[in-house]
């Protein structure tokens, strides 16, 4: 392109590793930064939020979120970069679904709260700050649910070379186009669809490098996980976690549907299975739960009480 595009990257609450992902593209950097025209960046570039707050509405062309909305400054950052960028991107798994630290949505606020400063024996004094800091969300609500996005990019982080594609083709004014696949397409070991004598912890025994983890007794979600990843950890060894949340279109709800799977591939008694999947929650519904069915019915209840 003849002139850089103007672009704005924003962070909400999280842990700043998709923007870590963004840098760990290395060498490509070198052809991904001249086409940018950086207007903000806080996390890099010495930029606050009245820059970002006085440029033009839709005067950025490209502006990417990372990280929930757990604040109050959280969810304004998120409205402005709404009004000022033309095209918003959901950048990474909490910025399109919740990501972990919606699973915080299971608990009141209080109890949240007493967890992380009462009662935390690193924290002197236990109580929760309070002075020169934002006020904290009841509840940890969808980004989508406040304000509109043009784009999802999730993954836990997102792969450095989704990230790369999907820049690249944006930034030459090209339509990003992501496969609808689970990771189950880009799996390489073999499905026979036979069901599961029982359920197995991950350390439990020895995986057959060739066979379906799940039909193996493994719990899998990759049935349920859009495979933007390439299935890189299903043919690596390793379980499907879920990080880049359900596939499209209907993009909701993977921990019902990977309960779902589990429940088809293995005919055992509920308790039995109690004792093996010791958290439900935190296994089905590790990065999405805060747009789940589940999430939305907390939600309404926390709304309930104002």
């Known amino acids: 392109m003849s002139h850089p595009v103007p672009v704005a990257m924003a962070q909400g609450s999280s842990c700043w590793g998709c923007f870590q992902s963004l840098v760990d593209i290395h060498l490509k950097l070198a052809d991904v930064l001249?086409?940018?025209?950086?207007?903000?960046?806080?996390?890099?570039?010495?930029?606050?939020?009245?820059d970002l707050e006085n440029y033009p509405n839709k005067s950025i062309k490209i502006g990417l979120y990372e990280g929930m909305a757990r604040t109050e400054e959280d969810v304004h950052l998120?409205?402005?970069?709404?009004?000022?960028?033309?095209?918003?991107?959901?950048?990474?798994?909490?910025?399109?679904?919740?990501?972990?630290?919606g699973l915080a949505n299971f608990y009141d606020i209080d109890d949240a709260l007493e967890v992380k400063f009462r009662n935390n024996k690193t924290v002197s004094g236990g109580k929760v700050p309070t002075e020169n800091?934002?006020?904290?969300?009841?509840?940890?609500?969808?980004n989508k649910d406040i304000v509109d996005f043009d784009i999802y990019l999730p993954g836990c982080p997102p792969t450095s070379?989704?990230?790369?594609?999907?820049?690249t083709a944006l930034l030459n004014g090209e339509e990003i186009n992501l496969p609808p696949h689970t990771v189950c397409h880009y799996c390489n070991r073999e499905k026979k669809e036979t069901p599961i004598p029982e359920v197995l912890r991950p350390y439990e025994g020895k995986a057959d490098p060739d066979s379906c983890l799940l039909e193996?007794?493994?719990?899998?979600?990759?049935?349920?996980?859009?495979?933007?990843?390439?299935?890189?950890c299903v043919n690596k060894g390793s379980t499907c976690r879920g990080c880049f949340?359900?596939?499209?279109?209907?993009?909701?709800?993977?921990?019902?549907?990977?309960?779902?799977?589990?429940?088809?591939?293995a005919p055992i008694e509920p308790e039995k299975l109690l004792e093996k999947v010791k958290d439900p929650l935190a296994?089905?519904?590790?990065?999405?739960?805060?747009?789940?069915?589940?999430?939305?019915?907390?939600?309404?209840?926390?709304?309930?009480k104002k």
């Open 78 to 101: 998120l409205k402005v970069m709404r009004d000022k960028c033309e095209t918003l991107i959901a950048f990474g798994t909490c910025s399109c679904f919740g990501g972990i630290p």
């Open 34 to 50: 001249p086409l940018l025209d950086i207007k903000f960046w806080a996390g890099v570039v010495d930029y606050k939020l009245e």
């Open 216 to 232: 193996q007794g493994y719990v899998c979600l990759g049935s349920a996980t859009w495979g933007l990843c390439e299935g890189q």
């Open 133 to 142: 800091l934002p006020a904290i969300e009841p509840t940890v609500r969808p």
């Open 283 to 304: 296994t089905f519904y590790r990065f999405t739960y805060a747009t789940s069915h589940l999430g939305r019915i907390r939600q309404k209840r926390e709304e309930a």
């Open 161 to 167: 070379e989704l990230i790369l594609t999907a820049l």
């Open 245 to 265: 949340g359900p596939p499209p279109p209907i993009m909701s709800d993977q921990g019902a549907a990977s309960m779902s799977m589990l429940g088809t591939y």
